[in-house]
């Protein structure tokens, strides 16, 4: 069973830039970083491989967010530039299975999630 535990949540001004960090208790294969707003579902904001090498984003963030991981210290990472208004949310980290799909950045696809730390963007 793998415990994630998010931080680097807080509020900031548009424009601005936060690193959010997802801390895994041990290792992990494919990893997503999702949000959720108060009344709209979650969604997928970018995922990463189990080997970093592979990323995919949400049109929304592209050019903006970069998903990256150390395995080193089971940790992935999500570096938000340019923030605005509409990034506000609970941010929350994933960790898939072994073999499952990661790329399409599904809620089902993932099976063990933190409690998400919130981004509050004015």
């Known amino acids: 069973h793998v415990q994630l535990v998010e931080s680097g949540g807080g509020s900031v001004q548009a424009g601005g830039s936060l690193r959010l960090s997802c801390a895994a208790s041990t290792y992990t294969y494919n990893m997503g970083w999702f949000r959720q707003a108060p009344g709209k579902e979650r969604e997928g904001v970018a995922a990463?491989?189990?080997?970093?090498?592979?990323?995919v984003y949400a049109d929304s963030v592209k050019g903006r967010f970069t998903i990256s991981r150390d395995n080193a210290k089971n940790t992935v990472y999500l570096q938000m530039n340019s923030l605005k208004p509409e990034d506000t949310a609970m941010y929350f980290c994933a960790a898939s299975v072994l073999g499952a799909s990661w790329d399409k950045r599904r809620v089902a696809d993932f099976a063990y999630w933190g409690r998400g730390t919130q981004v509050t963007v004015s």
């Open positions: 990463i491989s189990t080997g970093g090498g592979a990323t």
